[in-house]
């Protein structure tokens, strides 16, 4: 996007362009248009004549038999299954929300290595943010590798929640703060209303506590204080 904003600040400088109107106006015509029909084999294909040329790529496919119909794709390339073997201590799973013309989800494992670099691991096309496709996606990452996260950070979904708890019992599996912050303003500040960020303040300062007994002595006394939320 920051082609097409600088192209139209040029053209236009008596005009006013803003990034997130430009931003929903690029997904929206991109979800306007038609798909190739070949675009799944072509996708299949490439990667494919990768594992070809290299046997340590990773490519599995979920395929709909009776419509012929590709579901999901999960891959790994050779350096990031020695970067997952390797830093799997603490993995984040993130999904985007169908913000491409497919209205198929990404989902992508990253993690963090020894000069504190952000590294994709792994990568996956999904047609549903279902249990059963989080565990099929888990399952696919776990036989590639035969090891399994130490910690595991996401988002508070409920399907990927219980697909963890069942397939990677001794991983432990954290909320990312992020989206947890993201939902406490969603949730709350319509109720609290000039009340938010004082419980705001309270909250970061408990999340922030350094052992499990100051934090649960500082979450009661803010439940206690905000009983009817």
Request: glycine share 0%.
């Amino acid at each position: 996007m920051p082609n097409q904003y600088n192209l139209l600040v040029a053209s236009f400088p008596d005009k006013t362009i803003n990034r997130k109107d430009l931003s929903n106006a690029i997904q929206k015509f991109k979800k306007q248009m038609i798909p190739n029909k070949n675009d799944a084999c072509q996708v299949l294909t490439k990667l494919y004549l990768k594992k070809e040329n290299n046997p340590m790529w990773i490519v599995k496919p979920q395929v709909n038999p009776e419509e012929r119909r590709l579901n999901s794709l999960f891959w790994m390339a050779p350096d990031q299954i020695i970067a997952y073997e390797r830093y799997h201590d603490v993995v984040i799973v993130d999904t985007t929300s169908r913000t491409n013309q497919f209205d198929m989800i990404l989902l992508l494992f990253t993690v963090v290595d020894n000069n504190f670099r952000n590294l994709i691991v792994a990568a996956a096309f999904l047609e549903d943010e279902t249990e059963a496709t989080f565990t099929w996606v888990l399952q696919e990452l776990k036989n590639s590798c035969k090891v399994v996260p130490t910690v595991l950070y996401s988002d508070a979904d409920l399907a990927l929640i219980f697909a963890v708890r069942n397939n990677y019992q001794d991983t432990c599996h954290i909320h990312c703060i992020f989206h947890i912050h993201l939902n406490l303003r969603k949730k709350l500040k319509g109720k609290l209303h000039d009340q938010f960020e004082d419980f705001r303040t309270k909250f970061l300062k408990i999340r922030n506590s350094l052992c499990h007994n100051q934090f649960e002595i500082g979450w009661n006394t803010l439940d206690n204080e905000y009983p009817e939320y």
